[in-house]
C-alpha cells in the first residue's frame, strides 16, 4: 500500500520523534509514504492573522503538489496540517470564485482529487486493526494508559471521530494489549501556544491534565499532536518549580506505542529524544529489556 505523506514544519523539527515513528511503523506493515515533493508550510496558526488569502493559499499549493505527484490520499499525523489541508480541499470545491483566487496566487489549479487522512483514521479506516494487529511482535501488557486527544483532533469539520467523547486511540492501545484508562480529561486544552505567550496559563493547564492523569493511575499520556506532546513533555520541570509537584510522566505519541508494540528499537521510535524518558517505565513493564 502506498499514500501521500505531509509530514508538516513540527515533523521537521521539534516532533522529530513523531516523524521518525510514523515511518517506522509503516514500514513495520508494508506501508509505503510517498512525501509531497517541495511541500510547503500549512500556514499553522499564525497565517491567517497575517492575511486569510496566505493562511487558504499555502495549503492549496500543497495539494497542488499532491496532485502532481499522483497522490490521491495525504497522511497528515499533525491534527493542525490535516485540518488545514482538508479545509481549503473543501472550501476551494464548494465555492469556484475561492478556487479561482487561489489558483490566481499559486499559479495553478487544484483538480480536487485529494483526501486528507489524519494518522487515526487511516489506521482505523485504511490500514484497519486487524493488519495493525498482526504486525504486533508484543502486546503492551501491564502498560495503563490515558489518551488525550486535546483540541485540534476535535476542529469543525475533522470528523475523525466522536467531537465530545473520541475513542479512537483508546480502541488502537486496546488492540495493541494496552490498558486504555478513561477519564475526563481526554479533550480538555493544554494552552496551545499559549506556553510561550501566556506560558502561566499553560501552566496551569497542563498541570490539571497530568493531575488527573495521575490520580487516573496512568503509567503514561499518549498523544497524537506535536503541540500537546511538547507542552505535557516539557514543562513537566517547569509544572514542578511552579506547584511543587513531581508528575514524571512520560508523554508518548501513539505511533511510539505502536513501534513498541512492533518490537522496533528504542531511538529508531525516538523514544531517547523525550524531555521524560519513558525506558525505566518500559523495562518495569517487560516491554523492553535492559
Not at 500500500?1 to 509530514?7: A, I, L
Not at 499518549?222 to 513537566?236: F, H, K, W
Request: aromatic share 6%; charged share 25%; hydrophobic share 35%.
Amino acid at each position: 500500500m502506498q499514500v501521500g505523506y505531509y509530514p508538516g514544519c513540527s515533523l521537521e523539527s521539534s516532533a522529530k520523534e513523531f516523524d521518525l515513528s510514523i515511518r517506522a511503523i509503516f514500514q513495520a506493515m508494508e506501508v509505503s509514504l510517498k512525501e509531497i515533493p517541495d511541500w510547503n508550510c500549512c500556514g499553522a496558526s499564525p497565517a491567517h492573522y497575517l492575511n486569510e488569502e496566505l493562511a487558504m493559499a499555502l495549503p492549496y499549493r500543497n495539494l497542488v503538489k499532491a496532485e502532481e505527484a499522483d497522490l490521491d490520499r495525504i497522511v497528515s499525523p499533525c491534527p493542525a496540517c490535516y485540518s488545514h489541508l482538508k479545509h481549503i480541499h473543501e472550501e476551494a470545491s464548494k465555492d469556484p470564485r475561492l478556487a479561482e483566487r487561489l489558483r490566481t496566487i499559486v499559479g495553478k489549479r487544484y483538480g480536487g482529487g485529494i483526501t486528507s487522512k489524519h494518522l487515526l483514521d487511516f489506521i482505523k479506516e485504511d490500514i484497519g486493526f486487524d493488519r495493525l494487529k498482526s504486525s504486533m511482535k508484543t502486546p503492551l501488557s501491564r502498560l495503563k494508559v490515558v489518551s488525550y486527544y486535546g483540541c485540534l483532533t476535535r476542529l469543525p469539520g475533522v470528523n475523525i471521530d466522536d467531537v465530545e467523547n473520541p475513542v479512537i486511540m483508546d480502541e488502537i492501545v486496546e488492540v495493541l494489549g494496552g490498558e486504555p484508562l478513561d477519564w475526563s480529561y481526554k479533550t480538555e486544552c493544554c494552552g496551545a501556544s499559549l506556553s510561550v505567550s501566556r506560558t502561566e496559563i499553560a501552566l496551569r493547564l497542563v498541570n490539571s491534565i497530568l493531575e488527573a492523569a495521575k490520580e487516573r493511575g496512568a503509567d503514561c499520556v499518549a498523544v497524537v499532536c506535536p503541540l500537546c506532546q511538547s507542552n505535557l513533555d516539557t514543562r513537566q520541570g517547569d509544572i514542578h518549580k511552579k506547584y511543587g509537584t513531581t508528575y514524571g510522566i512520560p508523554i508518548l505519541y501513539l505511533s511510539q506505542l505502536i513501534g513498541l508494540a512492533q518490537k522496533l528499537d528504542y531511538s529508531q521510535l525516538g523514544l531517547d529524544r523525550l524531555v521524560i524518558p519513558p525506558k525505566n517505565l518500559l523495562i518495569e513493564k517487560g516491554i523492553i529489556e535492559k
